[in-house]
């Protein structure tokens, strides 16, 4: 067995046959439930395998002068847990660019902008049962909107206060198990790591291409 360079480490695209499909649910939401039979290219066997499609999010590590985080505390209730997330949002607006849902995103729940930004990460969330692919970034030189011109929440976001807390002090409680939202986890760590391997001017532009997302049908 021969173990591949990391610089040759890489998820590819595949697509096993599939033999039938039909949309079991659609909501008026974000989501809907796709029943696909898939037929395994190995034995030949089909099985059933329920896909929740999903329209991709963004999350945003904001980071300022002193090594601060910017977190916002939302309840979720299918965990029935309040998370100290990073700032987050869907990209259920069509034709919006990544980093410009990103933007509107810090700006509506972190009540900041930023002028440098770069991305930290990308995942999917959970690929075993969503579509959901998530591009987590890194912003710096913050500035902070003024109370006028902030944005009001609805529903959870109505009760969603903002805090900062150490870049170092994140990292311990991810490990310690005391964090769980993944964009936050994969965030920190993600920025942790790069803070000590060749610093922040060297993570990919915010531009980069996304083609795990794009590549979706």
């Known amino acids: 067995m021969t173990t591949p360079s990391p610089g040759g480490l890489s998820d590819r695209p595949e697509r096993w046959p599939v033999t039938g499909s039909e949309v079991v649910l659609e909501t008026s939401r974000v989501i809907s439930v796709r029943r696909d039979q898939v ?15 999903h329209p991709g999010a963004v999350g945003i590590v904001a980071l300022d002068d002193d090594d601060r985080v910017l977190l916002v505390s939302q309840y979720r209730h299918p965990v029935e847990h309040r998370l100290f997330e990073v700032p987050a949002g869907l990209l259920d607006v069509p034709g919006e660019q990544y980093r410009a849902a ?15 930004w770069r991305v930290l990460v990308d ?11 998530t591009r987590v970034y ?15 929440g609805v529903h959870e976001e109505a009760d969603m206060p903002v805090s900062w ?32 391997d060749g610093g ?3 993570l990919r532009p915010a531009d980069a291409p996304w083609p795990a997302r794009d590549s979706q049908p």
């Open 200 to 202: 922040f001017d060297a």
């Open 39 to 53: 037929r395994s290219p190995g034995d030949g066997a089909v099985f059933t395998r329920d896909v929740v499609v």
């Open 138 to 152: 890194l912003a710096r030189g913050l500035t902070t909107v003024p109370d006028g011109e902030r944005h009001v």
């Open 165 to 196: 807390a150490p870049l170092r002090d994140l990292v311990d409680g991810v490990l310690a198990g005391r964090m769980h939202n993944p964009l936050l986890v994969s965030g920190v760590l993600a920025a942790w790591a790069a803070r000590h």
């Open 102 to 116: 990103a933007e509107r995103e810090l700006y509506e729940e972190g009540h900041v902008r930023a002028a440098d």
């Open 123 to 133: 995942i999917f969330t959970s690929p075993g049962l969503t579509t959901e692919a």
